[in-house]
């Protein structure tokens, strides 16, 4: 495969790129009951914003809320029509169920607390609808992998949101990775910071902050759990490399925390060209000061590059014994992947909910084009890619991974992936 790095020499200019988001759009647009998301929920406000951003897919029905009453009341609040604004997931799907096949809902988007992934995706699934659910993929490993076992059974699709993995910038990381750019990956930092809970939040009742420090609703990890699991799917969505061990020392500094809010973790990849990378994953709540700062350094023999989320139009690229490069975001020079996941032209940022809008847009081409029988063009691999539910299982294991070496010292504890179909 030729090499990226030489065939990269428009960079930085401003025309449009020709080729930007010119894949054909899903339609009709994906009929998707939403599971949670109801009032005072961020995240499923950002859901739907993402799926109507290109036509993708719009919420017809919900079951917004734990509460019946809150359910309904957030469904006619989002504009559903009444007798699709549900009490709870099981009247929803019996209630889809019972409509006209040309009219009920084709997939489910699940953004509910952890503990309330795997049951409405498991139940949905075995219906024959397919599933998208937010990260991690369930609360525990065994509900992953029983989730992933009912997920290739049903054959239907299951697209975990890992939102990072629809970054232009990180398409684009990853095609130079698989290009060979940067030769044999040797290191691995990956960092993901936020500090807002530096202090006791969930004490006050903050919604968000209760329900993430739960054990019972969030599983074993906190912020290994919520932000450490984006940190290591970025780390393998990017250098394409399997984790094999980890190392990990978490701390709780916040007295009365039930779980983890730091989290510093060594790693070690499986071999690939006669090369195992190595690795450093920290992740941390409490840092003052820090709002949403996930980055990723990778070096190999080659070259480096970093990314860095707080600025994700831009990825630097620092070659041996050649001068830095910096690649912008919507420049024509930037190849295929980072083309089909920008929609704007150079100097207009594109971010976080165009990265959701990327995986809804990919899960939903794959879901339009099996009731079609056909492809939607000749760029399937780019198109059609999205974390599966065998991603999101690996990640399951990652968290309880690193939960079960810090409790035994920080012992080195193998991995053993899952697999599926």
């Not at 998301?37 to 917004?64: E, P």
């Not at 219906?127 to 991690?136: E, L, R, T, Y």
Request: proline share 5%; aromatic share 6%; hydrophobic share 40%.
């Amino acid at each position: 495969m030729r090499r990226l790095i030489a065939d990269r020499k428009r960079v930085g200019r401003h025309e449009p790129l020709e080729h930007t988001n010119r894949s054909p759009r899903v339609t009709p647009p994906l009929r998707i009951g939403m599971v949670g998301g109801g009032k005072d929920s961020f995240i499923g406000g950002v859901h739907r914003m993402a799926m109507r951003l290109d036509d993708t897919a719009s919420v017809v029905a919900g079951a917004l809320s734990s509460s019946p009453e809150r359910s309904r009341a957030s469904g006619l609040g989002i504009g559903l029509d009444p007798d699709r604004a549900y009490g709870s997931w099981q009247e929803m799907l019996d209630g889809e169920l019972s409509r006209d096949p040309a009219d009920r809902i084709e997939a489910v988007s699940i953004v509910t607390p952890n503990n309330a992934h795997h049951a409405p995706a498991t139940a949905f699934a075995r219906a024959g609808f397919h599933v998208i659910v937010d990260k991690p993929l369930t609360s525990t490993l065994d509900d992953a992998i029983d989730l992933v076992r009912v997920i290739d059974h049903s054959g239907v699709v299951c697209c975990v949101t890992y939102n990072y993995s629809g970054y232009p910038m990180v398409r684009l990381a990853r095609e130079m990775v698989a290009a060979g750019d940067l030769g044999d990956i040797r290191k691995v930092v990956v960092e993901y910071h936020q500090g807002w809970l530096a202090a006791d939040l969930e004490g006050s009742g903050q919604k968000q902050a209760s329900w993430r420090t739960d054990p019972a609703r969030s599983g074993r990890g906190g912020a290994i759990g919520d932000i450490g699991s984006h940190a290591e799917h970025l780390a393998r969505f990017i250098t394409g490399l399997d984790i094999e061990a980890v190392s990990a020392d978490l701390s709780t500094f916040v007295a009365s925390r039930r779980l983890d809010d730091d989290a510093s973790v060594l790693l070690r990849f499986a071999a690939r060209g006669g090369v195992a990378a190595r690795g450093v994953l920290t992740a941390s709540q409490v840092c003052v000061g820090q709002e949403n700062d996930l980055s990723i350094r990778i070096w190999g023999t080659r070259a480096g590059l970093m990314w860095r989320q707080e600025e994700p139009n831009h990825l630097v690229l620092r070659p041996d014994a050649a001068p830095e490069r910096v690649y912008r975001r919507g420049n024509e020079s930037l190849g295929a992947a980072a083309a089909w996941a920008s929609r704007l032209p150079a100097g207009h940022p594109e971010a976080f909910i165009e990265a959701f809008a990327n995986l809804y847009r990919a899960a939903a081409g794959e879901i339009r084009s099996r009731t079609t029988g056909g492809r939607l063009s000749g760029q399937a691999s780019i198109e059609r890619q999205f974390p599966t539910a065998v991603e999101g299982a690996r990640g399951v294991e990652f968290i309880d991974r690193v939960v079960e070496s810090s409790q035994r010292g920080g012992g080195w504890t193998p991995l053993r992936p899952v697999t599926g179909g």
